[in-house]
């Protein structure tokens, strides 16, 4: 393992043809249950939202590019024109977390410009989404090729290398693109990740800190910054960060259970299931949020509830082997729990 790094605010190394190589084990061990959302260079137009509705802006962006696509005659103005609107088209499906669809649109935006690095960029942010984080490497590297000084390139290949556990390799990419765009929002985000993953707490709020400050309605930077207080033990004003970032994003499943799991922490479990439920109805699959709920169920006195939520947890696990072990484990002290004869409690 190479030696420590601190999160320097420069960029650290010349810069290279990235690849998945993990150099660093890169994970948070000792605190695995809370999830961070990162972010990428689709994250350029905070205001969009505000100002128009995702739904009504990609009405309109439709009516524009059928409008191009019609035209006969080859032009390169409205060829840019069209690109653009494509792009803004594919970054709003990207947001939506709609990434098959945001990748059909950058496909179109290659057959129109195959030279196009913002494209090659955000289909790379896509196919992470998908978690196809090597391939999203080589879009990434292409992107930089065409465009050297593309911060968002460097935003989005130091993404798909934090998926990827290569920490010190986000870390030059990340540094990279706040030292070319010293205002990229969701660099400041990633790299605050960063800094959590190597324990620097204090550096981690610097940079959700200042990424507030240029966007103060981004919605996973609360949900992040709330996971670092909680690190900190600043329980009231992660829960402040939580419940902000649920009225900017009620549908982030991360930060209801992360809002869980903070309430774990401090004790309160029997608050803490309504936020697993939140989390479960936004995916049914998730086998952590069944297991957060079924800890918190056993510490309230249900016990079949706890068990029902071990064997789902346990099922629906089943890619994730570290969390389907624990569940199993728990599901299986109950079962002998729940066979003792009567009069043979503990």
């Known amino acids: 393992m190479p ?25 948070d061990g000792d605190n695995p249950e809370f999830i961070v959302a990162l972010g990428t260079g689709a994250e350029s137009d905070p205001e969009a939202v505000i100002v128009s509705p995702p739904a009504v802006r990609e009405e309109g962006l439709l009516r524009a590019i059928r409008v191009g696509l019609g035209v006969k ?26 990434y098959r669809d945001a ?54 290949r130091g993404f798909a290398l934090l ?39 204090e550096s981690a709020i610097q940079d959700y800190d200042r990424a507030l400050s240029l966007n103060p309605n981004f919605a996973q930077v609360y949900n992040n910054r709330g996971m670092v207080k909680m690190k900190l033990g600043e329980f009231e004003s992660a829960f402040a960060d939580y419940d902000k970032a649920l009225f900017l994003d009620p549908t982030a499943k991360e930060t209801y259970y992360n809002r869980g799991c903070t309430k774990q922490r401090v004790g309160d479990h029997e608050s803490a299931i309504p936020d697993f439920d939140a989390a479960i109805q936004l995916d049914p699959t998730w086998p952590h949020a069944y ?48 066979s003792r004869p009567p009069g043979s409690l503990r």
């Open 3 to 27: 030696k420590k790094k601190r999160v320097s605010r420069k960029a650290t190394t010349p810069r290279h043809k990235a690849t998945g190589e993990d150099k660093s084990n890169g994970r």
């Open 73 to 98: 005659a080859p032009d390169e103005r409205l060829n840019q024109v069209l690109v653009d609107q494509m792009l803004d088209l594919g970054i709003l499906r990207y947001k939506a977390k709609q």
């Open 103 to 156: 990748i059909d649109v950058f496909n179109q935006v290659l057959s129109i410009d195959s030279e196009s690095a913002e494209a090659y960029s955000s289909r790379g942010a896509s196919k992470v989404g998908l978690g196809e984080s090597t391939e999203a490497l080589i879009d990434c590297n292409r992107a930089l090729e065409l465009d050297p000084n593309l911060a968002s390139g460097y935003n989005n």
């Open 163 to 201: 998926t990827l556990g290569n920490i010190y390799g986000a870390l030059d990419d990340l540094n990279k693109a706040l030292e070319l765009d010293p205002e990229h929002v969701s660099a400041y985000n990633n790299r605050g990740y960063v800094a959590y993953l190597l324990g620097e707490l």
């Open 291 to 338: 297991f957060n709920r079924g800890v918190a169920k056993h510490n309230t006195g249900d016990y079949a509830g706890a068990l029902a939520d071990y064997a789902q947890a346990a099922n629906v696990g089943k890619q994730n082997k570290l969390c389907q072990k624990h569940a199993v484990h728990r599901r299986g002290g109950y079962r002998r729990w729940f």
